[in-house]
């Protein structure tokens, strides 16, 4: 089989360079299944369809794979553009991993993704584009894992602001084929010792800042309170919901926050989320007593049919 992974180099972001740890932990994972693996960095000429679809698909022929595990989070230096490998990929009719291009599209943009919340009657924080600025959080548009999320002011991005809902944060993962979805145990991101003012997000500098105050005292938590049953159920409802109306298979992660009266918000839907093996995803299996080469193999039937 093939795993294709985001083109990284020594001078990509830390959250591009994930996916190398990613890419180990797949291939170890693979190994023990006794697959045979060959890794590439996915290249794209983002200036000839045509062109990268012949180069790749003879890539593609001189390995003949039976699927693709698809690890490319970014192409030429953007998660804006992640939607091309999928559309290759689908193009040469080749099985691969995670999420459709229908679902993937769906999800790209946080804009379009909140239309479709919205029209699907999905609790999901207010947000405009450019006006009515005064308690909303600037973020980019096409990006993820919260790049553009620090308090900076970044040029020539398309950004919207989005209702701060000042409360708790859930981030919950979730596995399956289409229209079937398992959730995984809940965990909630604690915030401790948190700066007196500061909003309670999951910032860039938390999640890839090794050295940040944030990165430190933004914790992962399994703990479980009796007066949160209720709470868990519908977030576990909900999002069962986004898995089916975003078309969701494989593997994905839907974002929460909850304001002080329970009321529950979904902030994005991560498709294809980080599977390094210090991930909220890969906490969540564990947390559900999966190893991982059982995830292993539930992601590829499920998202291939193998």
């Given at each position: 089989m093939l795993i294709y992974t985001t083109d990284v180099t020594t001078d990509s972001s830390p959250d591009d360079l994930d996916v190398l740890d990613e890419a180990r932990?797949?291939?170890?994972?693979?190994?023990?299944?006794?697959?045979?693996?060959?890794?590439?960095?996915?290249?794209?000429?983002?200036?000839?369809?045509?062109?990268?679809?012949?180069?790749?698909?003879?890539?593609?022929?001189?390995?003949?794979?039976?699927?693709?595990?698809?690890?490319?989070?970014?192409?030429?230096?953007?998660?804006?553009?992640?939607?091309?490998?999928?559309q290759i990929f689908t193009d040469l009719r080749i099985p691969y991993t995670g999420c459709t291009l229908n679902a993937?599209?769906?999800?790209?943009?946080?804009?379009?993704?909140?239309k479709i919340f919205i029209a699907n009657g999905i609790p999901t924080p207010s947000f405009v584009t450019m006006e009515n600025l005064e308690r909303f959080l600037l973020k980019p548009d096409n990006e993820n894992a919260s790049k553009g999320i620090d308090g900076k002011v970044y040029?020539?991005?398309?950004?919207?602001?989005?209702?701060?809902?000042?409360?708790?944060?859930?981030?919950?993962?979730?596995?399956?084929?289409?229209k079937d979805c398992t959730v995984l145990p809940i965990p909630e991101m604690k915030f401790e010792n948190w700066p007196e003012g500061k909003p309670t997000i999951v910032g860039y500098d938390a999640k890839w800042d090794t050295n940040s105050e944030a990165y430190k005292n933004t914790n992962r938590s399994?703990?479980?309170?009796?007066?949160?049953?209720?709470?868990?159920?519908?977030?576990?409802?909900?999002?069962?919901?986004?898995?089916?109306?975003?078309?969701?298979?494989g593997y994905a992660r839907v974002d929460?926050?909850?304001?002080?009266?329970?009321?529950?918000?979904?902030?994005?839907?991560?498709?294809?989320?980080?599977?390094?093996?210090?991930?909220?995803?890969?906490?969540?299996?564990?947390k559900a007593?999966?190893?991982?080469?059982?995830?292993?193999?539930?992601?590829?039937?499920d998202s291939c049919g193998i």
């Open positions: 932990y797949v291939s170890d994972g693979l190994a023990k299944l006794e697959y045979q693996i060959t890794q590439l960095p996915f290249k794209f000429d983002i200036r000839n369809y045509e062109e990268s679809l012949r180069h790749i698909g003879e890539e593609v022929d001189g390995i003949n794979p039976s699927f693709i595990f698809n690890l490319v989070e970014a192409i030429n230096g953007t998660d804006r553009l992640a939607y091309r490998a999928i993937f599209l769906k999800t790209q943009t946080k804009t379009e993704a909140k040029s020539g991005k398309d950004f919207f602001a989005e209702q701060y809902i000042e409360g708790r944060e859930f981030n919950i993962s979730c596995m399956g084929s289409l399994f703990e479980i309170s009796d007066s949160d049953g209720e709470l868990f159920n519908n977030l576990s409802n909900i999002t069962k919901k986004c898995w089916d109306f975003f078309d969701l298979r929460f926050r909850v304001d002080k009266n329970k009321n529950p918000y979904v902030l994005e839907i991560n498709a294809n989320p980080g599977i390094a093996e210090d991930s909220g995803f890969i906490a969540a299996t564990r007593g999966m190893k991982w080469e059982e995830v292993l193999e539930k992601i590829i039937h």
